[in-house]
């Protein structure tokens, strides 16, 4: 590989069913496959669920809501069947132009995917952003389960809780798995009941790939996660990180990103007294990336003031955040 060449997770296709090199094999008899759109309200555990699900950590995960921005996808190969997930951003009432474009996004989501898995929060009962979400659903022909996340999370009398679930599901015979994303409890059942509802299909990805986006973007993603876990409500979704460059040598990676926010308080906060902060993000986003690729890492973080960008077509553009087709 080249100085300053970036090496993708996943492959472009073409016609010949080649991806860098590798064939697609041909899918054996009685195979399934098909994409799962993950759908839910912001901070139900969708990136969670997604990581388990196909067994490495793709998506940014945080206890800041609306958490994801990009149609993520995730893919878990079985000797039955493929499964590629959608994880798309938490349905909300939007309050700027990115928040509208990710809402389309995800209900554009819904419409183009083979099943549809509606994840709840399992450790409250059912509110109106979870009926919002029925009234989008109910009006489309794609098979929809309903997964009550969470489960470890709810009291004792948790029956209560999804006595307030089934009453959506129900009236629609959508059917029902209960799980715990974080513990890995009843992922084995969803799973087959995924399956369940796929029709035979080829392998629409080599069978080793976990995911179809490149390397580049998960990185940049890594970096925002950090940004979030460290400073919670003072920065929340202001930021866009940029990857500059990523230069790969014999015994290290060079990485340099840009982090932008949109005033200059936010940019204070980031780099914090004496460049505290952006060393801290800095080095905790640097391990995780160092897990990504399996060798040594040096990111150089800059931070940027782009004033509204979330309110600018042209910024989100930049940044990667545009309306699906």
Do not use: C
């Not at 590798?22 to 009685?30: D, K, N, R, S, V």
């Amino acid at each position: 590989m080249k100085d300053g060449e970036i090496l993708d997770l996943v492959p472009n296709h073409d016609s010949t069913g080649m991806s860098e090199g590798l064939m697609i094999p041909q899918a054996p008899t009685g195979f399934k496959s098909g994409f799962v759109g993950i759908i839910g309200r912001p901070n139900v555990g969708k990136s969670t669920l997604m990581n388990q699900l196909v067994g490495e950590k793709i998506a940014i995960t945080s206890p800041v809501a609306q958490t994801t921005r990009n149609r993520l996808q995730g893919i878990l190969t079985t000797p039955e069947a493929q499964l590629i997930f959608v994880d798309t951003p938490g349905i909300h009432k939007p309050h700027h132009q990115l928040g509208k474009v990710l809402v389309q996004n995800a209900q554009i989501a819904i419409e183009s995917v083979d099943v549809v898995l509606f994840v709840v929060d399992g450790s409250v009962k059912a509110g109106g952003g979870d009926r919002y979400i029925v009234d989008l659903l109910a009006r489309i022909q794609t098979p929809v389960i309903l997964g009550i996340n969470k489960s470890d999370l709810q009291p004792p009398q948790g029956e209560s809780l999804d006595a307030t679930y089934h009453q959506l599901a129900v009236p629609h015979n959508w059917s029902i798995a209960k799980f715990s994303a974080t513990k890995g409890d009843g992922l084995n059942l969803l799973q087959q009941l995924l399956i369940d509802r796929l029709e035979l299909g080829p392998y629409y990805y080599p069978p080793d790939l976990v995911t179809d986006q490149p390397e580049r973007f998960i990185m940049g993603e890594l970096i925002r996660e950090q940004i979030l876990l460290l400073t919670r409500e003072e920065v929340p979704h202001s930021v866009a990180v940029t990857i500059d460059a990523v230069e790969e040598e014999e015994k290290i990676t060079r990485i340099l990103a840009t982090i932008n926010v949109e005033r200059d308080s936010q940019k204070g906060i980031l780099i914090g007294k004496n460049g505290s902060m952006l060393k801290t993000i800095g080095s905790a986003a640097r391990q995780q990336i160092q897990k990504l690729i399996a060798g040594k890492v040096y990111l150089e973080l800059f931070v940027k003031v782009q004033p509204k960008w979330r309110q600018s077509r042209l910024r989100l553009a930049e940044f990667g955040y545009q309306l699906e087709e």
